[in-house]
Antibody, heavy 122, light 107 residues
Framework: QVQLVESGGGVVQPGRSLRLSCAASGFTLSTYGMYWVRQAPGKGLEWLTSISYDGSYIYYADSVKGRFTISRENSKNTLYLQMNSLRTEDTAVYYCAKCRVTYDVDDAFDIWGQGTMVTVSS | DIQMTQSPSSLSASVGDRVTITCRASQGIGNCFAWYQQKSGKVPKVLIYAASTLQSGVPSRFSGSGSGTDFTLTISSLQPEDVATYYC?????????FGGGTKVEIK
C-alpha cells in the first residue's frame, strides 16, 4: 500500500525551528519527485517546495524561500522539511505529497500524507 | 509568477445538477493542470491530471477540459458525496500554484 506518513509537528515559539519528516512506504521513493504543501486553518492549499527524485532540482515558494529547506534521504525512504525562523503565519497543517510520475517534478500530486499540524505561537 | 483565479468561490446546487468550476491562469500554461477534491477534515485527492485525464477510481461524472489560460472542472450530475472544496493547480513548472478553492454544497 502506497503511503506517506508525516511527523514532527507541534507547538513552537516564533523565531524557533522545527523539522518535519515524511516516511514513504509501498513505492520506491528514489524514483519520484516529492513536495510539501500546507493549509492554514480554514484556508486553501499552498504549495511550498518541490524536490526532484535525486535532489538535484529544488524549488521554493517565495513565502518560505530562505527559511525552509527540503531534503530527502532515499536510503531511509524519508523526505524532510527543515523550517527555521518560524512566524505565526506559518501555522498550518503540513502535507507531504508524491509526484504522479517517475523521474519528474512537474506533475500532479497523486498521494498525500495525512498531514501534521504546526502551530507557531508565543 | 502566474496567478490562478478560481471561480466561483462557493456554489450551492441540487442533486443531479450539472456543476461547472473554472480556473483562469494569468498567462498561458502548459498541459500540466490538475483538479483536487478535499472533503471536510480529509486529505486532498487528485481527480483530474493533464487537464482532462480522469485519475483511476474517480467517478466518470467528473471531467476536465481546457488549455492555455482557461480550465474547467465539470460534475455532470452532482451527488451528495461530492460535497467538498475543489482546487485547481498548475503543475507545469514551479511555483505549482493552487487556485483559491470552490466550496460545493447541496441545495
Amino acid at each position: 500500500q502506497v503511503q506517506l506518513v508525516e511527523s514532527g509537528g507541534g507547538v513552537v515559539q516564533p523565531g524557533r525551528s522545527l523539522r518535519l519528516s515524511c516516511a514513504a512506504s509501498g513505492f520506491t521513493l528514489s524514483t519520484y519527485g516529492m513536495y510539501w504543501v500546507r493549509q492554514a486553518p480554514g484556508k486553501g492549499l499552498e504549495w511550498l517546495t518541490s524536490i526532484s527524485y535525486d535532489g538535484s532540482y529544488i524549488y521554493y515558494a517565495d513565502s518560505v524561500k530562505g527559511r525552509f529547506t527540503i531534503s530527502r534521504e532515499n536510503s531511509k525512504n524519508t523526505l524532510y522539511l527543515q523550517m527555521n525562523s518560524l512566524r505565526t503565519e506559518d501555522t498550518a497543517v503540513y502535507y507531504c505529497a508524491k509526484c504522479r510520475v517517475t523521474y519528474d517534478v512537474d506533475d500532479a500530486f497523486d498521494i498525500w500524507g495525512q498531514g501534521t499540524m504546526v502551530t507557531v505561537s508565543s | 509568477d502566474i496567478q490562478m483565479t478560481q471561480s466561483p468561490s462557493s456554489l450551492s446546487a441540487s442533486v443531479g445538477d450539472r456543476v461547472t468550476i473554472t480556473c483562469r491562469a494569468s498567462q498561458g500554461i502548459g498541459n500540466c493542470f490538475a483538479w483536487y477534491q478535499q472533503k471536510s477534515g480529509k486529505v486532498p485527492k487528485v481527480l483530474i491530471y493533464a487537464a482532462s485525464t480522469l485519475q483511476s477510481g474517480v467517478p466518470s461524472r467528473f471531467s476536465g477540459s481546457g488549455s492555455g489560460t482557461d480550465f474547467t472542472l465539470t460534475i455532470s450530475s452532482l451527488q451528495p458525496e461530492d460535497v467538498a472544496t475543489y482546487y485547481c493547480q498548475k503543475c507545469d513548472s514551479a511555483p505549482l500554484t493552487f487556485g483559491g478553492g470552490t466550496k460545493v454544497e447541496i441545495k
